[in-house]
């Protein structure tokens, strides 16, 4: 796991500029920092990484990694946990190999099968891969998007970094916020989920996902996908030979996720995934040390513990636990902003902050996450929506009533509230907007701009997944896919890639590798949520007698979850500060924003997620113009 930068510019940069772009992102790589210098057909090529040694801990694994003929080079973020298995392919071809990194394997499996041996890696990763001789820059990202790749071209040039601060300290531009993006985010809650950042003119890389640069032509090209979830491939496993394929996937997973040659911990939650991955460690290692980590909530009503402690003492690990409280999290908003980079979700994405915070004072470097989880095994509520209209498309209208019967029974749910689901995704746009306005969710609400907003193109619409034509009867699959790549897994992923790295940890997650994501988009989707919305259904029953049962059968798992409005309302008057305070943003009205707080505050106004993508957008904002 590491981090790198670069760019490819006409102009030369100064040293320092690049050691300072480096030192941006020493958190990720902290135990090695150089970057290399080329100038090729009018252009000065930079390529900077920072190393956190993960494998092979030897100075000779360090990137920029250079092919011993020296027509290549790499920076890779990231780990390829099979690549011992190729690495004995690539022998058996000639490959003489020097170190035993997955570094020097990916650069030789590029050079051998070119980018058709993307989808023969199991990991994670983004990387640039320069060619001397073709004078060419491929920069790709991994299938699921586990790692960051911003990018940036404007007159020929390009630069390129893992993460957006120091992407903009070599642009060395004004930085200007992407005004749909704040839209998107402060009204809609909606964010990682497309190729535009925050920042005008810088972009993600999207998962699964390549572009190459030909410095001769000073041509970019457009970003191609080289996978992308294919719902029309049908298994035909009966249930029972899916949980055992299933199992024994799941298995390899936990397996290669495992080679480390640092200490290792779980992020354990107490829900089915995180359980799963520390009942498989166990499974896998019985004399493993196995040490977890673990949020607690403060809230009874909302903590976890109890089946923390009951998960640890059945596998015997050694548990590691964390309470925060909002003094705390005060404390701690800025330097965590400046490490996510952008603007996020909610509070609970400091509790995983925390997480990872005592991971590193335990002196663990690996951690296994259970990301990815719930939207391979149409987790959350099941996606009863999706469900519904897939039981309509295939089996008619009684079909989808006596269903939403069965899944109304369950904690938490109800017969109506199905078809309230089935209504989000159906209704057309115009009635959909209307009906969030009812509820108290305006699409142009009075704290906006709404008029410096459209002369600038921007949408008043939240993005909804489209429902395809040839998908029918697939619904939930679709939502799968579409929260796989686009609003949702996305998001998560951003949080525990900088939460993680914040604290020069490495963050897997075993869930989400090909094998798994192809099985599990293959098979019916009664076997992902049961005739009577059990969700996960299939993976509760490949893990019997492995994982215990009491985690197994539990319908109501909470997360990390924080006490949100009481930590922001206890923050009253600091939050009025740091609006009042926050530089003047033409799209947006303070004055009625202070307002609208003002009435969450006395209570003539319910408290949503707004509240805090107020704090966190203008906080956000603030650091960043303060820095750059």
Same mark, same amino acid.
């Given at each position: 796991?590491?981090?790198?930068?670069?760019?490819?510019?006409?102009?030369?940069?100064?040293?320092?500029?690049?050691?300072?772009?480096?030192?941006?992102?020493?958190?990720?790589?902290?135990?090695?920092?150089?970057?290399?210098?080329?100038?090729?057909?009018?252009?000065?090529?930079?390529?900077?990484?920072?190393?956190?040694?993960?494998?092979?801990? &030897?100075? +000779?694994?360090?990137?920029?990694?250079? %092919?011993?003929?020296? !027509?290549?080079? *790499?920076?890779?973020?990231? @780990? #390829?946990?099979?690549?011992?298995?190729?690495?004995?392919?690539?022998?058996?071809?000639?490959?003489?190999?020097?170190?035993?990194?997955?570094?020097?394997?990916?650069?030789?499996?590029?050079?051998?099968?070119?980018?058709?041996?993307?989808?023969?890696?199991?990991?994670?990763?983004?990387?640039?891969?320069?060619?001397?001789?073709?004078?060419?820059?491929?920069?790709?990202?991994?299938?699921?998007?586990?790692?960051?790749?911003?990018? &940036?071209? +404007?007159?020929?040039?390009?630069?390129? %970094?893992?993460?957006? !601060?120091?992407? *903009?300290?070599?642009?060395? @531009? #004004?930085?200007?916020?992407?005004?749909?993006?704040?839209?998107?985010?402060?009204?809609?809650?909606?964010?990682?989920?497309?190729?535009?950042?925050?920042?005008?003119?810088?972009?993600?890389?999207?998962?699964?996902?390549?572009?190459?640069?030909?410095?001769?032509?000073?041509?970019?090209?457009?970003?191609?996908?080289?996978?992308?979830?294919?719902?029309?491939?049908?298994?035909?496993?009966?249930?029972?030979?899916?949980?055992?394929?299933?199992?024994?996937?799941?298995?390899?997973?936990?397996?290669?996720?495992? !080679?480390?040659?640092?200490?290792?911990?779980?992020?354990?939650?107490?829900?089915?995934?995180?359980?799963?991955?520390?009942?498989?460690?166990?499974?896998?290692?019985?004399?493993?040390?196995?040490?977890?980590?673990?949020?607690?909530?403060?809230?009874?009503?909302?903590?976890?513990?109890?089946?923390?402690?009951?998960?640890?003492?059945?596998?015997?690990?050694?548990?590691?636990?964390?309470?925060?409280?909002?003094?705390?999290?005060?404390?701690?908003?800025?330097?965590?902003?400046?490490?996510?980079?952008?603007?996020?979700?909610?509070?609970?994405?400091?509790?995983?902050?925390?997480?990872?915070?005592?991971?590193?004072?335990?002196?663990?470097?690996?951690?296994?996450?259970?990301?990815?989880?719930?939207?391979?095994?149409?987790?959350?509520?099941?996606?009863?929506?999706?469900?519904?209209?897939?039981?309509?498309?295939?089996?008619?209208?009684?079909?989808?009533?006596?269903?939403?019967?069965?899944?109304?029974?369950?904690?938490?749910?109800?017969?109506?509230?199905?078809?309230?689901?089935?209504?989000?995704?159906?209704?057309?746009?115009?009635?959909?907007?209307?009906?969030?306005?009812?509820?108290?969710?305006?699409?142009?609400?009075?704290?906006?701009?709404?008029?410096?907003?459209?002369?600038?193109?921007?949408?008043?619409?939240?993005?909804?997944?489209?429902?395809?034509?040839?998908?029918?009867?697939?619904?939930?699959?679709?939502?799968?896919?579409?929260?796989?790549?686009?609003?949702?897994?996305?998001?998560?992923?951003?949080?525990?890639?900088?939460?993680?790295?914040?604290?020069?940890?490495?963050?897997?997650?075993?869930?989400?590798?090909?094998?798994?994501?192809?099985?599990?988009?293959?098979?019916?989707?009664?076997?992902?949520?049961?005739?009577?919305?059990?969700?996960?259904?299939?993976?509760?029953?490949?893990?019997?007698?492995?994982?215990?049962?009491?985690?197994?059968?539990?319908?109501?798992?909470?997360?990390?979850?924080?006490?949100?409005?009481?930590?922001?309302?206890?923050?009253?008057?600091?939050?009025?500060?740091?609006?009042?305070?926050?530089?003047?943003?033409?799209?947006?009205?303070?004055?009625?924003?202070?307002?609208?707080?003002?009435?969450?505050?006395?209570?003539?106004?319910?408290?949503?997620?707004?509240?805090?993508?107020?704090?966190?957008?203008?906080?956000?904002?603030?650091?960043?113009?303060?820095?750059?």
């Amino acid at each position: 796991m590491c981090g790198f930068t670069g760019c490819v510019v006409k102009e030369e940069k100064p040293e320092f500029l690049m050691s300072d772009a480096l030192r941006m992102i020493a958190h990720r790589g902290p135990d090695h920092a150089s970057f290399d210098f080329d100038y090729l057909s009018d252009y000065f090529i930079y390529l900077g990484h920072t190393r956190l040694s993960i494998i092979d801990l &030897a100075d +000779r694994a360090s990137q920029p990694f250079n %092919s011993f003929c020296g !027509r290549y080079s *790499l920076i890779f973020n990231g @780990e #390829v946990y099979n690549y011992k298995e190729l690495r004995e392919e690539l022998k058996q071809l000639g490959y003489i190999f020097n170190t035993e990194s997955d570094t020097e394997v990916l650069l030789y499996a590029l050079v051998e099968w070119g980018l058709s041996c993307l989808t023969r890696l199991v990991g994670m990763f983004s990387f640039v891969f320069f060619d001397r001789t073709e004078q060419k820059l491929t920069l790709v990202r991994d299938a699921f998007g586990i790692k960051p790749l911003f990018y &940036a071209f +404007r007159g020929q040039e390009l630069y390129f %970094s893992s993460e957006l !601060r120091p992407l *903009l300290h070599l642009r060395q @531009e #004004v930085v200007k916020p992407n005004l749909q993006r704040a839209y998107d985010y402060l009204v809609h809650g909606d964010y990682d989920s497309c190729d535009q950042s925050f920042v005008e003119g810088v972009k993600h890389l999207p998962p699964a996902h390549y572009f190459t640069f030909d410095i001769k032509a000073g041509a970019v090209s457009a970003p191609k996908a080289w996978w992308q979830p294919d719902l029309s491939k049908t298994s035909k496993f009966s249930f029972e030979e899916a949980t055992l394929e299933l199992r024994a996937l799941f298995l390899e997973s936990v397996r290669l996720h495992l !080679r480390s040659d640092v200490p290792l911990g779980v992020a354990l939650s107490g829900g089915i995934d995180s359980s799963a991955l520390v009942s498989g460690v166990r499974y896998l290692a019985p004399e493993l040390r196995l040490n977890t980590f673990s949020y607690v909530a403060s809230d009874a009503l909302i903590s976890e513990e109890k089946w923390v402690d009951l998960l640890n003492e059945k596998k015997n690990a050694l548990p590691h636990k964390v309470i925060a409280n909002e003094l705390e999290m005060q404390a701690d908003l800025d330097a965590m902003l400046l490490k996510q980079g952008e603007p996020f979700g909610s509070t609970s994405i400091y509790a995983q902050y925390r997480v990872f915070k005592l991971a590193k004072e335990n002196g663990v470097t690996v951690m296994l996450d259970g990301q990815g989880a719930d939207e391979l095994l149409a987790g959350y509520s099941g996606y009863p929506g999706h469900r519904l209209l897939s039981l309509i498309e295939t089996k008619g209208w009684l079909a989808a009533h006596q269903y939403a019967k069965r899944w109304g029974q369950s904690p938490g749910r109800s017969y109506s509230l199905a078809w309230q689901y089935l209504g989000r995704i159906k209704f057309p746009d115009w009635l959909y907007a209307l009906l969030r306005k009812k509820m108290g969710r305006d699409f142009q609400p009075v704290w906006l701009n709404t008029e410096y907003l459209a002369q600038h193109d921007v949408h008043f619409m939240e993005r909804r997944a489209p429902l395809r034509k040839h998908n029918k009867g697939l619904r939930v699959k679709e939502a799968l896919a579409n929260a796989l790549m686009s609003r949702g897994l996305p998001s998560l992923l951003r949080h525990g890639d900088r939460n993680s790295m914040a604290f020069s940890i490495e963050s897997r997650v075993p869930f989400l590798t090909l094998p798994l994501a192809e099985f599990l988009l293959s098979l019916p989707e009664n076997y992902l949520v049961s005739d009577n919305g059990v969700t996960k259904h299939v993976f509760r029953e490949a893990m019997r007698g492995i994982v215990p049962d009491s985690h197994l059968d539990r319908k109501d798992k909470i997360g990390f979850a924080t006490p949100e409005s009481t930590w922001l309302l206890s923050m009253t008057d600091l939050i009025k500060d740091w609006i009042d305070q926050a530089p003047e943003l033409p799209f947006l009205h303070k004055d009625a924003l202070l307002e609208e707080f003002e009435e969450v505050v006395e209570g003539k106004r319910d408290f949503d997620g707004r509240v805090w993508r107020w704090v966190n957008y203008l906080r956000w904002y603030s650091l960043l113009i303060k820095e750059f």
